[in-house]
């Protein structure tokens, strides 16, 4: 009760003190009218009537009407026409009738000609206090048409604070510990000013989509005790010319008078592009609002105590004088988790959810490489839902593995139909993938095998990731030869081939032309790359090759990916023909079961004696 009392009531809106003002106008003017009056009006004959008959014990004469008291206790009302004792006289009202009837004399001629003319100057009134108070408005600015150059961000007091923590924050400790820095600052400044450091201006949080850029601001507002301010970039920029430099000064103000306090813009890019890329030269409305945010974040009168958060997936397009020491000091980068950070998010994730007792959140973490925090979020939703699809009330590991297929490859199309043969080739062909990647050595291990359709795909390998920041010569190679088995396989089975292995040829083809045009992996061209990545700021930074090579290294280039994947072809191809025993058993088990797992791939492998897998190592060409 005391926390609803404490909470600051909305103000009323204005279209409402107009209505009401309206409504008493039209109530007063209807009084003033009699139309309230419920007693029947008599003609004044009657009245007379029985003034003569000795009925009447008073009279309450007012300026419009007479109002009789009867010694029955009923009374009646006659309009009065002139003066009441010239006119009962002259109705031949004797003196004694006269002093039997107490007559009082009400003069309201005062009151009724004050309310006329409220009731004629009412809307006058009326219509100068809105004209009054919508001039205002356009001065100041305000939440309504006039209101364009009022900042929209929203300021998050105690009631509206967001509850995440840091607590709630994982996998990503080093920015984690960045912001947690600037929060320290805002609580406890002394412990800072006494050996000299100055607060950050600015914090910049860069990282791809879903890594928690958002949930990070969103745990310093619910930790840190001062006045947020959050607002998205786009919310600055409006078509008419000045209003977004108004919005940021409005929005500084804001922040000054409640400093120390944080800024928090989302989506920066949106207004924080390079100057000098529009046709408008720099008189553009988004670079005008670019300069007033550098002049608020670093201009002569910079000692304001206010902290700008800022997040982007596009840190490229951004103008420099933007990232520059004084205006944001602290780039954070918020990357996609490791192994260990995945695993701490899915518990985070996990919190509130009934696991299953065999699940080890330690395996999934492995499984989900290259996957960011709101992936993972939403890899545990859509296993729960899974869940409750099957009436179940523990999330096991079926429901887990279920929805990483859905996340990573796609729905289940079991409406799908597919001939005999059809299925049989699709068998064959994600067994040669399968067999290859397990007698490769630098090749990640089978997870899954399947030949249910699922999103575009008739079916899918699917491997246990590896965290990797440095791939060899050797990896690529196998990946290459991995990538290919599917095509071998058509080969070698069915003698002919079919357009599923186009996606696998054009992974080859890319993988081949890094390893040449960029990696430098090539023998026949040197240690030098080619093709030089320009980024085009009036396209968005667009990523264009521009070719710094003439036709006889571009000859050289082609035959060098050719020769590339000729060579893992060949690997490929003997590894399926020595082991054809193999790939027949895997096939016939995958028309039988549909999918394999991890367990029963291999004990299919090792029926029989295992093959050489050394000969098939990556061998340098000459």
């Given at each position: 009760m005391d926390e609803e009392q404490q909470q600051p009531r909305s103000p009323i809106p204005p279209w409402a003190w107009v209505a009401g003002f309206v409504a008493l106008l039209i109530v007063a003017q209807i009084w003033y009218s009699g139309a309230f009056n419920s007693q029947e009006t008599e003609p004044i004959s009657y009245l007379i009537s029985e003034i003569e008959s000795g009925n009447v014990e008073a009279l309450i004469v007012s300026e419009n009407a007479i109002e009789a008291q009867l010694d029955n206790g009923n009374t009646f009302v006659s309009n009065k026409e002139g003066d009441i004792y010239q006119l009962l006289t002259d109705a031949g009202v004797s003196e004694e009738q006269f002093k039997s009837v107490e007559i009082t004399i009400e003069d309201n001629s005062f009151y009724n000609l004050m309310l006329s003319v409220l009731i004629s100057f009412a809307p006058i009134i009326l219509l100068i206090w809105i004209f009054t108070r919508g001039f205002r408005q356009i001065q100041s600015g305000g939440n309504n048409i006039f209101g364009f150059g009022r900042s929209k961000a929203k300021n998050l007091n105690d009631g509206d604070r967001p509850t995440v923590t840091f607590d709630d924050v994982a996998g990503v400790e080093e920015a984690k510990q960045e912001v947690e820095e600037v929060v320290q600052f805002l609580r406890e400044p002394e412990k800072f000013v006494q050996v000299g450091a100055r607060i950050p201006k600015g914090v910049l949080m860069i990282g791809p989509p879903g890594?928690?850029?958002?949930?990070?601001?969103?745990?310093?507002?619910?930790?840190?005790?001062?006045?947020?301010?959050?607002?998205?970039?786009?919310?600055?920029?409006?078509?008419?010319?000045?209003?977004?430099?108004?919005?940021?000064?409005?929005?500084?103000?804001?922040?000054?008078?409640?400093?120390?306090?944080?800024?928090?813009?989302?989506?920066?890019?949106?207004?924080?592009?390079?100057?000098?890329?529009?046709?408008?030269?720099?008189?553009?409305?988004?670079?005008?609002?670019?300069?007033?945010?550098?002049?608020?974040?670093?201009?002569?009168?910079?000692?304001?105590?206010?902290?700008?958060?800022?997040?982007?997936?596009?840190?490229?397009?951004?103008?420099?004088?933007?990232?520059?020491?004084?205006?944001?000091?602290?780039?954070?980068?918020?990357?996609?988790?490791?192994?260990?950070?995945?695993?701490?998010?899915?518990?985070?994730?996990?919190?509130?959810?009934?696991?299953?007792?065999?699940?080890?959140?330690?395996?999934?973490?492995?499984?989900?490489?290259?996957?960011?925090?709101?992936?993972?979020?939403?890899?545990?939703?859509?296993?729960?839902?899974?869940?409750?699809?099957?009436?179940?009330?523990?999330?096991?590991?079926?429901?887990?593995?279920?929805?990483?297929?859905?996340?990573?490859?796609?729905?289940?199309?079991?409406?799908?139909?597919?001939?005999?043969?059809?299925?049989?080739?699709?068998?064959?062909?994600?067994?040669?993938?399968?067999?290859?990647?397990?007698?490769l050595t630098h090749t990640n291990p089978v997870q899954k095998i399947t030949i249910i359709p699922r999103g575009r795909a008739g079916g899918y390998v699917l491997y246990l990731p590896e965290d990797r920041m440095l791939n060899s010569r050797q990896h690529f190679e196998d990946q290459i030869s991995s990538a290919l088995g599917g095509r071998v396989a058509e080969e070698i089975f069915f003698g002919e081939v079919t357009n599923g292995a186009s996606g696998d040829l054009q992974q080859v083809t890319n993988m081949a032309r890094q390893m040449v045009m960029v990696y430098g992996m090539s023998d026949g061209l040197g240690l030098r790359t080619y093709g030089e990545q320009n980024g085009n700021v009036f396209l968005g930074r667009s990523m264009s090759i521009d070719r710094n090579y003439g036709d006889d290294a571009a000859d050289k280039i082609d035959q060098e990916v050719r020769a590339i994947v000729d060579r893992n072809y060949e690997r490929t191809y003997k590894i399926l023909s020595d082991n054809r025993d193999k790939m027949v058993r895997l096939a016939e088990a995958l028309l039988e079961h549909e999918t394999l797992d991890r367990r029963q791939f291999e004990e299919l492998m090792n029926e029989e004696a295992e093959s050489s897998k050394d000969e098939t190592d990556f061998i340098p060409a000459d």
């Open positions: 890594t928690g850029k958002t949930l990070l601001a969103r745990a310093i507002a619910g930790e840190a005790g001062v006045p947020f301010f959050h607002i998205s970039g786009s919310e600055f920029v409006e078509m008419f010319v000045g209003v977004g430099a108004s919005r940021v000064r409005d929005l500084f103000n804001k922040a000054k008078e409640n400093a120390p306090a944080i800024v928090f813009v989302d989506e920066i890019d949106a207004v924080g592009r390079q100057r000098g890329a529009g046709l408008g030269g720099g008189h553009d409305e988004r670079e005008q609002t670019l300069n007033q945010i550098l002049v608020e974040m670093d201009g002569f009168t910079n000692e304001t105590n206010v902290i700008v958060i800022a997040a982007t997936n596009r840190a490229d397009v951004l103008d420099p004088a933007l990232l520059r020491p004084g205006r944001f000091d602290r780039k954070v980068v918020v990357d996609r988790p490791d192994v260990r950070g995945r695993e701490m998010i899915l518990k985070v994730h996990a919190r509130g959810k009934p696991l299953a007792k065999d699940i080890v959140l330690g395996d999934i973490a492995r499984l989900t490489a290259g996957f960011s925090g709101a992936d993972l979020e939403n890899l545990m939703n859509e296993a729960a839902i899974f869940t409750a699809r099957r009436g179940s009330n523990l999330i096991t590991l079926r429901d887990i593995q279920d929805a990483f297929d859905r996340i990573a490859i796609g729905p289940e199309r079991k409406s799908r139909v597919m001939s005999e043969s059809e299925k049989e080739i699709i068998a064959y062909h994600e067994a040669g993938h399968a067999v290859s990647a397990y007698f």
